[in-house]
C-alpha cells in the first residue's frame, strides 16, 4: 500500500551539494517519522538522518552539520539536502517510513539512490 521512491542521486565532487528527495504514496500521515539511511558496498547501513511529526531532527555524528533533514507533508515528501560532501559519504541512500498503525509495526524503504563523491 505504500511505496517510497528516491531521486536527487549522482555524481558530485568533494566539497559540492545534492538535495535527495523520497516522495511517498499511500498511507504517510504528518505525526510519522520519517528517515534516510545509507549502504556502502561491504558495510552495514547506517541511519543518517531523522525527522518526526512535530519536527525534531537527530542525525548520525558523521554528518551532523553537513546534512539537513526536511518534510513537506501536503506533498508526502521529505528531503535530505546535503552539503560539504565528502568521498566517504559515497553510498546508496534509502528513504525509510518505520510507521505504527493499531499497534502493528510497518517499514517501509526505497529502492535507493545511488550517491558518489569524487576526490
Known amino acids: 500500500q505504500v511505496q517510497l521512491v528516491e531521486s536527487g542521486g549522482g555524481l558530485v565532487q568533494a566539497g559540492g551539494s545534492l538535495r535527495l528527495s523520497c516522495r511517498a504514496s499511500?498511507?504517510?500521515?504528518?505525526?510519522?517519522?520519517l528517515t534516510w539511511g545509507r549502504q556502502a558496498p561491504g558495510k552495514q547501513r547506517e541511519l543518517v538522518a531523522t525527522?518526526?511529526?512535530?519536527?525534531?531532527?537527530d542525525y548520525g555524528d558523521s554528518v551532523k552539520g553537513r546534512f539537513t533533514i526536511s518534510r513537506d507533508n501536503a506533498r508526502k515528501t521529505w528531503y535530505l539536502q546535503m552539503t560539504n560532501l565528502k568521498p566517504e559519504d559515497t553510498a546508496r541512500y534509502f528513504c525509510?517510513?518505520?510507521?505504527?498503525?493499531?499497534?502493528?509495526?510497518?517499514?517501509?524503504w526505497g529502492q535507493g539512490t545511488q550517491v558518489t563523491v569524487s576526490s
Open positions: 499511500g498511507s504517510i500521515i504528518s505525526s510519522d517519522t
Open positions: 525509510n517510513a518505520p510507521i505504527w498503525r493499531a499497534h502493528i509495526k510497518y517499514d517501509y
Open positions: 525527522i518526526t511529526g512535530d519536527g525534531n531532527t
